[in-house]
């Protein structure tokens, strides 16, 4: 090998090795988390590198002797996969996956809520990496190429950058352990999480209308026939379902005696005085809509592919959820969400999933002037706050005053980054002496704080409540966990460790019955049943079979990893495993492909023309 070749070589690693190390920082946003993963990580990072490579080739074969072009491709993809990465983590505590490329519209909605620093920090490293990757190939010598072998080259590099795309999808589909960023880099990460085939069995839609019926017969029809429709009340109960951003009870790890106050003293009286326990969500640190989602229709996430993001694509056309199902029994169906109405396609999804209203930050702001001095906890908040929600469920609960009622509320304060609210009546600060590092005891009394201000939204909508003459169900859970560097087992690849990342509170309260109990803990899939069960009123079979397998099989949680039954963790290929996943997969095989064979009347349950629905007030 002449010198000039040599040369070449040792500045096309250079540049591959930049670029790859480029990635990783723009995602992590630190140099340091970047040297460990370079050093720690070898082989993700030599995959990293071989992919760099790869998109390298492919382009100077397509552009010749154009030899910058290439660089200033590759550097301008890998800045704004870095970029999106960092965006992703910092708001929903995981990484970039292709079900995120389906909520574009979205994602550009929520450049508003960018902070200033954050554009000038990431425009500075964007010019620095593509300054550096230009310098590179600046000293690059490419001799001329043939047509031919331009094309072989290209060609080979396609196979290659094939192979290595199906590498993580292969990986994924065959193990059980969950990827961070941090260890396997973007790049891996992001084709891990490609849709793949969700293995559910012989239910699926190939499956024939006769064989279908005949293992719904077999499977499913003995939990019906042993199970019972809820005892009607005397009088319907308005209910209110709370989704809580990222509430969750940390206390119970970092102690209360640890801060100058307790950050939830309300929420855990009432506690005391609910039937209260833990229920597994779907998601960690994001995925709001895929945890709306299990509790608004009983359906688990483990049948859809992982990444899915159910609210971008499965929803297009009428669907049962509590909304529909309680409507058709004579009640009210509101959707009260204070932020952007096209997010998440709601709108739409509200729509087709039969509720009379959504309320969106929209129709707040253009129904009330003073909305936005009222709705933020502090100047400069990025979310409407907690109170501001209970404002809006009194209100629409006095404005629909001799109407049965149903409202599914989803909170958006406790959201991160979580801020300091020092100069707030609502400051929470840590006094213990187990985190002593400064940005993560900002994170701590961040996060204690904006509870500290959820459960006093809480305890005013209580006391409300207590007030009314009609007799309320209220149903409050957080969503999913807040992504915070305090807690280790966030970060564990294996799904026994994993789950606890997955456990938030749960209770189920009423103004007028005593339901103090401790549940057994349960997953979303459950709490509409549950919610359906306490307040009388009728359900479709599909839920009744879900309720009765839960609790003769006294399952706690199923996911596609791993199902907890009476207390016992049994991974996925176990026998245990399989034979409640079998159960779930049909009803799901039956429900939401659309054949419905387990209800008499299926149109019974859903809102098929809701041409009268309303998102603007």
């Keep these: 090998m002449n010198k000039v070749k040599r040369n070449n070589w040792i500045l096309f690693i250079c540049l591959i090795i930049w670029l790859s190390f480029s990635v990783q920082l723009l995602s992590l946003g630190s140099f340091g988390d970047t040297f460990t993963f370079m050093f720690t990580r070898t082989l993700y990072f030599l995959y990293n590198c071989l992919f760099a490579a790869a998109l390298l080739i492919i382009f100077s074969a397509i552009f010749g002797r154009w030899k910058y072009l290439p660089s200033i491709l590759v550097s301008c993809i890998y800045i704004a996969t870095g970029v999106a990465f960092r965006i992703k983590l910092d708001f929903h505590g995981v990484g970039l996956t292709p079900s995120d490329l389906t909520l574009a519209s979205e994602a550009l909605q929520m450049r508003e809520l960018i902070s200033d620093d954050f554009i000038w920090k990431n425009v500075l490293l964007g010019i620095m990496v593509l300054a550096v990757s230009l310098l590179l190939a600046h000293f690059i010598k490419q001799p001329p190429r043939s047509a031919k072998r331009r094309l072989l080259e290209a060609g080979g590099a396609i196979v290659g950058l094939a192979v290595l795309i199906l590498i993580p999808i292969w990986e994924n589909h065959v193990s059980d352990e969950y990827h961070q960023v941090e260890d396997v880099g ?136 509590m909304g529909s199902i309680l409507r058709n029994q004579g009640y009210y169906s509101l959707v009260i969400h204070p932020y952007m109405e096209s997010f998440y396609s709601r709108t739409k999804n509200y729509q087709y999933l039969g509720f009379n209203r959504f309320d969106s930050i929209e129709s707040m702001r253009a129904a009330d002037p003073d909305f936005n001095e009222r709705a933020y906890s502090y100047e400069g908040a990025e979310y409407p706050s907690d109170r501001e929600l209970v404002h ?226």
Aim: hydrophobic share 35%; proline share 5%; net charge negative.
């Design 186 to 321: 973007a790049p891996y990460y992001f084709f891990s999480k490609t849709p793949t085939p969700v293995p559910v069995s012989s239910f699926n839609s190939e499956m024939t209308t006769t064989q279908l019926q005949a293992d719904l017969d077999q499977y499913i029809e003995p939990y019906l026939q042993r199970a019972e429709q809820p005892q009607a009340l005397e009088e319907k109960p308005d209910i209110i379902v709370i989704q809580c951003e990222s509430f969750f009870d940390f206390t119970t790890d970092l102690g209360v005696e640890n801060f100058s106050e307790d950050p939830l003293p309300f929420f855990h009286q009432l506690q005391q005085n609910s039937a209260s326990g833990i229920v597994y969500s779907p998601v960690f640190g994001g995925g709001t809509s895929n945890a709306e989602f299990e509790v608004m229709t009983g359906i688990s996430m483990a049948n859809f592919v992982e990444g899915t993001n159910i609210y971008a694509k499965y929803i297009n056309e009428p669907m049962i959820s």
């Design 392 to 617: 809006q469920i009194i209100t629409d609960l006095e404005a629909q005053e001799g109407q049965d009622t149903f409202i599914f509320a989803i909170s958006v304060q406790i959201h991160i980054p979580f801020e300091n609210y020092a100069d707030s009546e609502y400051y929470v600060e840590y006094i213990g002496n187990e985190y002593t590092d400064e940005e993560e005891i900002k994170e701590i009394e961040g996060y204690a704080s904006n509870l500290r201000e959820t459960d006093s939204a809480l305890q005013t909508l209580v006391e409300y409540l207590q007030q009314r003459d009609k007799e309320t169900i209220l149903v409050f859970y957080g969503d999913h966990q807040p992504s915070m560097s305090i807690y280790s087992y966030q970060n564990e690849t294996k799904p026994e460790k994993n789950q606890e990342s997955h456990q938030t509170p749960v209770f189920f309260w009423s103004n007028q019955r005593d339901l103090s109990e401790e549940c057994a803990p349960i997953d979303m899939t459950a709490i509409p049943e549950q919610t359906l069960w306490l307040a009388g009123a009728d359900m479709p079979e599909y839920l009744l079979a879900l309720r009765q397998i839960r609790l003769e099989e006294k399952v706690e949680s199923y996911t596609a990893y791993y199902a907890i039954i009476d207390g016992e963790y049994y991974r996925k290929g176990s026998e245990e495993y399989d034979r409640i996943s079998n159960l779930y997969q049909l009803i799901y095989a039956d429900t939401f492909l659309g054949n419905q064979l387990l209800e008499e009347d299926p149109a019974r349950w859903r809102v098929e023309d809701n041409s009268d629905y309303v998102h603007e007030r």
